[in-house]
């Protein structure tokens, strides 16, 4: 079996969880023998060499629709549907801000798409796009896939009531590597019992309340991602708010990354919206006891094993922290963790969907 992933153009220099899901499901394929080409949605692909595509990523249709067109192959789609319309859109001030107080969620999707184009130079693949709209090419691409692989049932719920589609759907978990998790991590005196929010710098996931809610108070936080190309302003405003006691620094590659986890206390992700979460799922089974918010699919997840609170409410924020710091590790929720959510488990569950469309 040979199939195309295809992503977006930024996919590797803004990484985000999209990004690892990709590079361990392609992965998992290939130990199972699947071969795996990896490509952003601007290049040119040969797809003849191909029996299906899997694109990434819903609610970028223009990357989907002139490559769906062109190569005539079935192909399927890791939804990741995140809705944008509950961010709160701090540290955009001036034309981007006003134009979200001013039109749908869906013209808006619309706009940064075209201003993505502009500003980033992502070129917009498909001129369909651009005559459908956000939400017409949306239903294009789900209608006309052979199967949506969302990350859990909730997501798929709130996908087919929003656009009123029936297409199959196959859950494909997001998870951990196992070898990653399995291996030992040096002690760290930076990070020790400290409190770390691993992610993607953006208004989405909601750093700046993080940084507000643990100003001047005992703890230290550390903050660690690249920001998002589109949310500079709300980077430097984050570093601009942050106390002595917050650091906002840099990605970290694995092995570092893996040595926060395994030497903090609390891994926070207050976002105001998430499929899943990877961080979170990362942090908890190296040892942190995790701090949430329920706004998207994190419940199918993390159940009763993480402490819930508001993204737009710093005492909330603060106390879930406070609750997580005080309280014992759970051992069980590791082994759930090794069980259900691995990305092993992920790559058994795609090619399954796999087999499905091409009837092997």
């Known amino acids: 079996m040979r ?10 220099t803004s990484p985000g969880g999209d990004t690892k899901q990709l590079e361990e499901t392609a992965d998992g394929l290939r130990q199972m023998g699947v071969t795996v080409d990896v490509y952003l949605s601007n290049q040119k692909i040969d797809y003849s060499q191909y029996d299906l595509l899997h694109f990434f990523n819903i609610i970028r249709p223009a990357d989907v629709i002139a490559h769906a067109k062109k190569s005539g192959k079935p192909y399927v789609i890791s939804t990741i549907f995140v809705e944008y319309g509950t961010v709160k859109e701090e540290g955009r001030q ?18 940064k798409t075209i201003a993505r184009a502009v500003k980033n130079g992502e070129k917009i693949v498909s001129k369909d796009y651009l005559l459908w709209g ?28 929003k656009y009123k589609v029936s297409t199959p759907f196959h859950v494909v978990p997001n998870g ?39 100003n001047n108070t005992t703890y230290q936080l550390y903050i660690h991602g690249k920001p998002s190309p589109n949310n500079m302003a709300y980077y430097e405003q984050c570093k601009a708010e942050a106390a002595a006691n917050i650091h906002v620094e840099g990605h970290l590659d694995e092995e570092m ?27 908890a089974v190296m040892g942190c006891n995790i701090v949430v918010t329920d706004k998207g699919d994190t419940r199918d997840y993390f159940a009763n094993d993480a402490w819930y609170c508001e993204p737009d409410d710093v005492t909330s924020i603060k106390n879930a922290i406070d609750k997580a710091f005080d309280a014992p ?11 259900e959510y691995t990305w092993k488990r992920a790559a058994e569950e795609t090619f399954a969907a796999y087999s499905d469309v091409l009837k092997l």
């Open 134 to 161: 956000h939400d017409a090419s949306i239903r294009w691409v789900a209608k006309h896939a052979k199967m949506l692989l969302p990350n859990s049932n909730s997501e798929y719920s709130r996908f087919a009531a």
């Open 329 to 339: 590790y759970s051992e069980d929720f590791k082994k759930r963790i090794l069980s």
């Open 3 to 12: 199939v195309a992933f295809i992503s977006r153009a930024t996919l590797y």
């Open 94 to 111: 001036g034309i981007v801000g006003m134009i979200k107080k001013l039109f749908s969620e869906s013209t808006f999707e619309y706009i």
């Open 257 to 283: 990354l893996y040595t926060a986890y395994s030497n903090a206390k609390v891994h926070v992700l207050p976002s105001y919206f998430e499929t899943t979460g990877l961080s979170s799922l990362e942090a």
């Open 176 to 214: 951990i590597n196992i070898a990653s998790a399995s291996k030992q991590y040096p002690h760290s005196d930076k990070y020790k019992n400290s409190i770390i929010c691993m992610g993607r710098i953006e208004s989405r996931k909601n750093q700046l309340n993080l940084i507000r809610a643990l």
